[in-house]
T-cell receptor, first 119, second 111 residues
């Protein structure tokens, strides 16, 4: 299957600082990527849809000024957690759409996830 | 986007047994995808079944889809301890909509 790479795998940062997480599609172009967060023993929560060359679409309750998403190229989307606080500590996962010849075959692949700990 | 609901929420079996997980959804779909998540890791894509397909196989995995009942099942045959993970289904209604996840099925395979 297609490969989606996230970096870093884990990061520790101090309260008040910003941290950037990268999501790359390694062997395909992705016009659309999605960002999720996951708390321990809970399901994935969709944060936003990232579209190449345009503004991200955020889910209700997700602060767009706190979670900055940039999708500047067809292979890279970034999530920046600004002014991080301990409650932002979580597992962040990105995913990317592999477009098939027929839309019913569009497949979504996920990155390995990034653990963020804010101290 | 619509969310799939997995059942059971937890399943514990002995190594070598088969594991069956079910998924229900509410509106018509283009396809349905199954994923596995090991603890603290990303999601691994297992299989995609289109709305016009009824059954699909991949190794020890067998997925069925019944669009009339709006349900799907994932069967893992001859389970191994390494199959221990959470399994999620993801129904999709259109091309580029995001996947929305339910709570998944936590499978424990005991050696």
């Amino acid at each position: 299957g297609a490969v989606v790479s996230q970096h870093p795998s884990w990061v520790i940062c101090k309260s008040g600082t910003s941290v950037k997480i990268e999501c790359r599609s390694l062997d395909f172009q992705a016009t659309t990527m999605f960002w999720y967060r996951q708390f321990p023993k809970q399901s994935l929560m969709l944060m936003a849809t990232s579209n190449e060359g345009s503004k991200a679409t955020y889910e209700q309750g997700v602060e767009k000024d706190k979670f900055l998403i940039n999708h500047a190229s067809l292979t890279l989307s970034t999530l920046t957690v600004t002014s991080a606080h301990p409650e932002d500590s979580s597992f962040y996962i990105c995913s990317a759409v592999v477009t098939a010849k027929d839309l019913s075959g569009n497949t979504i692949y996920f990155g390995e996830g990034s653990w963020l700990t804010v101290v | 986007s619509q969310q799939g609901e997995e059942d059971p929420q937890a399943l514990s079996i002995q190594e070598g047994e088969n594991a069956t997980m079910n998924c229900s959804y509410k509106t018509s779909i283009n396809n349905l995808q199954w994923y596995r998540q090991n603890s603290g890791r990303g999601l691994v894509h297992l299989i995609l079944i289109r709305s016009n397909e009824r059954e699909k196989h991949s190794g020890r995995l067998r997925v069925t889809l019944d669009t009339s009942k709006k349900s799907s099942s994932l069967l893992i045959t001859a389970s191994r301890a390494a199959d221990t993970a959470s399994y999620f289904c993801a129904p999709r209604s259109s091309g580029n909509t995001p996947l929305v996840f339910g709570k998944g099925t936590r499978l424990s395979v005991i050696a």
